[in-house]
Structures are given as C-alpha cells and as structure tokens.
C-alpha cells in the first residue's frame, strides 16, 4: 500500500486532489496539509511514498518544502500541483526530482492519467528484473507501460484513453465490463472494447471472465494494482 499525503493551501483542491487519490488502487491519504511547514514535520516522522504538493502556501512555499526534503534526504516522489508554468520555475522543480506537473485548472482524466505513470514506474521498479535499454528510456522519458502506445493506432485518441482510465479508477480496482463503461463514458461498446484491449497490451488493465452474468460470459476489466 503506498502512503501519500496532499499539500495544499486552497481547501477545495485539497479536497478534490484527496478525492481524486482515493479512487487509485493500492493507495492511501495518509493526511492533508494546508502548508509546507506542517507538512514537513510529518514526513520527517512518517514514511511517505508520493507528495501532491502545491506551489505556492504559507509559512513554507513548495518549492522550498521540497528542497527540505531533499537535503534531509526524504526521497518521496512528488507529483506538483499549481497554476505557475514559468520555465526557470519547472525546470527546478524538475532538478529536485519531481515525477510529474499538474497546471490548474487541470481535469481528473490528466491527474488519472499521472497516478497511473507514476504506478507503472513503481511496479517496473520494484520488480527486481533487470531492464534494457528500450524500458530504461521509457521509464526515463515517463512513459513505461501507463502511458497510450508512442504511436495511437488508428481510431484511437488519448482523451478517450484518459476518460477510460478515469472511469476505471473511480471504482477502486474493480472489475467492470464494456457494458458499464460504455453507459460511463457515453461511447459504444465497440470502442469501448478496442480500447480496453490495447491497455491489457501495455499491462494496464487486466481482465476475466464472467460466468455469472445469466447468459453469455463477458470479459471484465480493471486497473492493475501496483503488485500484480
């Protein structure tokens, strides 16, 4: 289970980043903070795997709360989460090692999107197999098996692919079927199906068949957990 605290000043993102993070699989919300300072005594007592942290908050800003955690030697992964997009800005942030930048407003589908980079990377870490270079570069590039293929095979579009992957996370790992998600996401089952397909290719989803529907057996799908 991996342990994530939000850090943010505004209530009602820290409250929608909380939301958000509680429909991932294989993750909890260890707290919410509304400033770094606090924050930091927290991690400093407390073992903690992802920061969803803002930019700018009282007492300790962002920037300076992860520049605390990385002379303290605190490796948490930190996903930022903020309106400021000046170059100078990401770039340093991007230094102290942050895995991903959320810019306000954002949608669930682009914060989904990055839970699930961010989990594909830890299971690819955390497998104790050696990697080659191919998967070396797209781990380092972020990319790994969460993201759609570098390539979209024809038909397929990454809002589409994002709005899915929502739609599974909302219901916490469980398993769903082409019906459910087409009635969701308000597209066919046909496109439902071909997306679903091509995420248990990249060892996104994973899927099994239901016997228990009354008739035919139907195939049913989820995200996979960090540990599968």
């Known amino acids: 289970m991996i342990n994530a605290i939000v850090v943010e000043d505004d209530p009602m993102v820290a409250h929608i980043n909380r939301e958000y993070l509680q429909k991932v699989p294989n993750l909890k919300v260890g707290a919410v903070f509304g400033n770094g300072r606090e924050a930091l005594s927290y991690l400093l007592?407390?073992?903690?795997?992802?920061?969803?942290?803002?930019?700018?908050m009282?007492?300790?800003?962002?920037?300076?709360?992860?520049?605390?955690?990385?002379?303290?030697?605190?490796?948490?992964?930190?996903?930022?989460?903020?309106?400021?997009?000046?170059?100078?800005?990401v770039e340093e942030l991007l230094r102290l090692g942050v895995v991903d930048y959320l810019v306000k407003p954002f949608t669930e589908a682009r914060f989904m999107e990055a839970m699930v980079r961010y989990l594909a990377k830890k299971r690819a870490l955390k497998a104790g197999d050696e990697?080659?270079?191919?998967?070396?570069d797209r781990l380092l590039a972020g990319a790994l098996d969460s993201s759609p293929p570098?390539?979209?095979?024809?038909?397929?579009?990454?809002?589409?692919?994002?709005?899915?992957?929502?739609?599974?996370?909302?219901?916490?790992?469980?398993?769903?079927?082409?019906?459910?998600?087409?009635?969701?996401?308000?597209?066919?089952?046909?496109?439902i199906r071909r997306y679903l397909?091509?995420?248990?290719?990249?060892?996104?989803?994973?899927?099994?068949?239901?016997?228990?529907?009354?008739?035919?057996?139907?195939?049913?799908?989820?995200?996979k957990n960090l540990g599968d």
Request: glycine fraction near 6%.
């Open 131 to 136: 990697l080659d270079q191919k998967r070396i």
């Open 58 to 89: 009282p007492e300790l800003s962002g920037i300076e709360l992860l520049r605390q955690m990385r002379l303290r030697g605190l490796r948490a992964d930190v996903i930022m989460v903020t309106a400021a997009n000046e170059t100078k800005q």
């Open 197 to 223: 397909k091509h995420m248990a290719v990249s060892k996104l989803v994973e899927s099994r068949v239901d016997y228990e529907t009354g008739g035919r057996p139907s195939v049913k799908y989820r995200l």
């Open 150 to 191: 570098m390539e979209f095979p024809k038909g397929l579009q990454e809002t589409t692919w994002n709005l899915i992957l929502s739609s599974l996370a909302d219901k916490r790992g469980q398993y769903l079927g082409c019906d459910e998600l087409a009635v969701k996401v308000e597209l066919s089952k046909v496109t």
């Open 45 to 56: 007592e407390h073992e903690v795997e992802l920061v969803i942290l803002d930019l700018y």
